[in-house]
Each structure stands twice: as C-alpha cells, then as structure tokens.
C-alpha cells in the first residue's frame, strides 16, 4: 500500500463522463502528482494524459503502470473489476503494493452476476423484491413462479448485458414467451443463459453511493438519474439523460432506514462471506411507501450520478483513496456542498438505437456557469467531436435543484452538435 499521502501518480480507467468527474475531482488534489486516464476523452486529455489502451488489457496496464510508476489505479467501469483486474494486481509481485480502487472479482460478482446479488441480499436479510432465476432446463418452473406473481412481471438477463438486459411487460402470456425467448432463443445471448424472475415494486427509484475500505464505510451525496430517453419517463431505456442529487425524498428518518437495514448488513455481508471490497457500492434503491428495498448492486460509481455526486463532495479525493487502500476510512470527516447539483446529459440523435459519430461540438469554451463533463467525445485534429451515445454531461449547483437544474438548460443552449438531444425534463418527478 502506498506508505505516503503526497506526490502519487495516478491511473484512472474508463473513458465516460464518470471517468472525467472522477479526474476533475482528483485533478484538484494536492496529493495528486501525475494523472493518467485510459483510453480516456476530450474532457481528460485537457486536464490529464490520455493513453489509448483498453480497460481490459490487462498486460497493457501492467506495463502502463510500470513504466510511469503510477502508485493507484482508480477502475471507473465494471467490466475490469467483473474480469478481477484487482486480484491481477495482487497476485503480481510489480504490482501488488499498487493501490487499486475497486473491489476483487469475487466481490464484484454482486454485479456481474443478478442471482449471486439476490442471494446475497436474502442471505444477509437485506430487503429487496422476491425472485427466483431460471435456466433452459426449467422454463416450465419459470411459467409457474410467473403465475405466483402480480404484474407487471420483470425478467432480466443474469449476465452482464450493459444495462439493457431488462423486460418489463403487463401480460402473462408474453412475460412466458420471452421468458422461453431469453432462455431458449437467447434473445440477449452469454448474458441470458440463466434468467432472474422478480416481483415488481411500485415507488420511486433513487441510488445510494457508498465508499468502504472493507470494513468501514462512508455514505456519500444520494442521486436519483433518469434512464429513459423521452420525456416523462418513457421510450427506451438508454444508459442515464441526467442525474439530481440530493434526492429530495431521501430525508433524514428515511437515510437512517437505508443506512440501519441496507448499508450496515451489505458492508458486514461483505466481510462475513469473504468478499474483499475497497471501493464504491453503488445501491440502488426504491422507495416503497416508506421503506426502502434494494433492486441492485454495481460495484463503482453510477453514471450520470457521479457528475452529481461527486461535485458535492467537498473532501480531497485522493486522500479518501489512500484512507480506503489503508483501511483507515473511520479517521476520515466526509463533507458535504450544502447546495444541489444537477446534470443533464447531451446525447447524440438516434441513441440509445443507431447514432452517427464525428459530430463536431462547439460551443463548450461558450460555458461559464456550469461545468461540462465529456463522456462519448474524443479530440480529432484540434476539434471535439462526438464519439459514442451519450455525449456530454452539464452539471450544475444551486441553491434548490430547480435552480441548478435551470442553469444547466441556460449552459446548454451554448453547445451545438448536429442532431443533438436532451430531455428537457430532468427532475419533473420530484
């Protein structure tokens, strides 16, 4: 583990609008020496050293991180954490004194896999949505539980299937065939082998963001994000339009509930089944009447929730990191930013279906009353252009939500791209 808290060069993976907050953040560190993000975008390469290698070669990284002496590696997505880029770390004599933010593979399986979350959550008496999971061979079984259930019936690929591996549907006949569909059409293909059933919980959704060094935790800002691409929450699901935190709902009696029932049992769950984690647990949660239930587990920051969070968090981040390596996250205050902060995300036309790249975005040095995080653009010849789905994330502070949120639309009337869209709705919910 790094032995000083000063001059650290550090590596962060992923290339989104999570892994440009997270170097903004770090960037603001006085700990921070050096800063390496891979592959990285236009956002990072302005305030770091973009190395165009994939989060998941981890031969490549190994040598990356040899070669400029990084002291931590902060892992942005799952996809690495899910393949045990931390326990390649440990079992490397280079490597294994490398400080690496995230949790071992074995932990990571609360979201590689849906069933190893859900027994997880059943064994440690952690309140979540009834369910069973079903293979091929027992479709039959499948149709049975169905019948059990009220609907709407919701039924999701076990795998990894980037967010998109879920179907929520009213009738019970089409809930059996897509179940036979996902089983034995393998509809979502690796990911849906083994399907989970559960029941529907109607309220309203929101994340809790917490960071834990394996046996003390820390609670940070909630979020709530926005997943559809229409307005009012409809149209296809997309990997988040925009993201409010706090979470105005989430007052103090109802934090104490998640905290008691939710966060304690899944941080001592962790320690009790052997699960090495120093890193995020991302929860996301519904609010059913009172009471909060967990639909899922990630093991790393949500995104767009971390253009929200993390603006909010007035602690050094790098200094959080080594309190987490070190296990010493109990001496450590989390500060909070009174005011709200919001984020709004800029997404290119067509996505989350087909969508052109290479749109050149201008208007972004234009931005003065917000903080433009890039996600799905990269720098091409001198110009920004549009790289992926979702382009750019405008976060916001402000007094109440409505006012940050109202300073985002301002700030992105700025920004052009050819066939750029938004919702114009974010926070209409609350």
Request: aromatic share 8%; charged share 25%.
């Amino acid at each position: 583990m790094p032995q000083t808290t000063h001059n650290m060069t550090i590596l962060i993976l992923g290339s989104g609008g999570r892994e440009h907050t997270l170097a903004w953040k770090i960037n603001q560190s006085p700990l921070c020496k050096a800063l390496y993000v891979a592959p990285g975008n236009s956002g990072t390469a302005q305030i770091a050293k973009n190395i165009d290698i994939k989060v998941t070669d981890f031969n490549a990284i190994k040598e990356l991180v040899l070669t400029n002496n990084i002291d931590m590696v902060v892992v942005g997505p799952e996809d690495p954490l899910v393949l045990g880029i931390h326990d390649f770390f440990l079992s490397d004599q280079q490597l294994k004194h490398i400080a690496v933010i995230g949790p071992e593979k074995a932990a990571a399986e609360l979201e590689g896999s849906k069933e190893f979350a859900k027994e997880f959550l059943y064994r440690h008496n952690i309140p979540t949505a009834a369910y069973q999971s079903f293979n091929k061979d027992n479709v039959e079984k499948g149709y049975a539980f169905l019948e059990t259930l009220k609907p709407p019936y919701v039924l999701k690929a076990d795998g990894l299937a980037a967010g998109k591996g879920v179907l929520i549907l009213n009738d019970l006949d089409e809930a059996k065939a897509e179940l036979k569909n996902m089983l034995v059409g393998a509809k979502f293909g690796e990911a849906s082998t083994k399907v989970v059933i559960e029941e529907f919980l109607d309220g309203i959704e929101l994340s809790c963001f917490v960071l834990t060094d394996g046996k003390n935790y820390k609670i940070l800002p909630t979020a709530k994000d926005y997943k559809r691409i229409g307005e009012g929450d409809t149209g296809l699901n997309t990997g988040g339009m925009g993201a409010v935190s706090p979470v105005p709902f989430a007052d103090e009696a109802f934090m104490n509930k998640v905290e008691e029932r939710i966060v304690k049992p899944t941080i001592n769950g962790l320690q009790k089944d052997n699960l090495p984690y120093k890193g995020f647990v991302f929860i996301g949660l519904i609010k059913v009447g009172d009471d909060p239930k967990v639909i899922e587990y990630n093991v790393r920051l949500g995104d767009p929730e971390t253009e929200v969070v993390l603006p909010r968090l007035k602690n050094d981040l790098v200094a959080l990191f080594t309190a987490v390596s070190n296990q010493t996250l109990d001496e450590v205050e989390i500060e909070i930013d009174e005011r709200a902060a919001t984020t709004i995300m800029l997404v290119s036309g067509g996505y989350p279906e087909a969508y052109e790249k290479g749109k050149e975005i201008s208007g972004v040095d234009l931005i003065t009353e917000s903080i433009p995080f890039h996600a799905g653009s990269i720098i091409e010849q001198g110009k920004i252009v549009t790289s992926g789905g979702r382009v750019m994330a405008i976060t916001s502070y402000g007094d109440s939500y409505k006012e940050a949120i109202k300073k985002s639309y301002q700030s992105i009337e700025k920004l052009h791209f050819d066939k750029m869209n938004y919702r114009k709705d974010i926070g209409f919910d609350l």
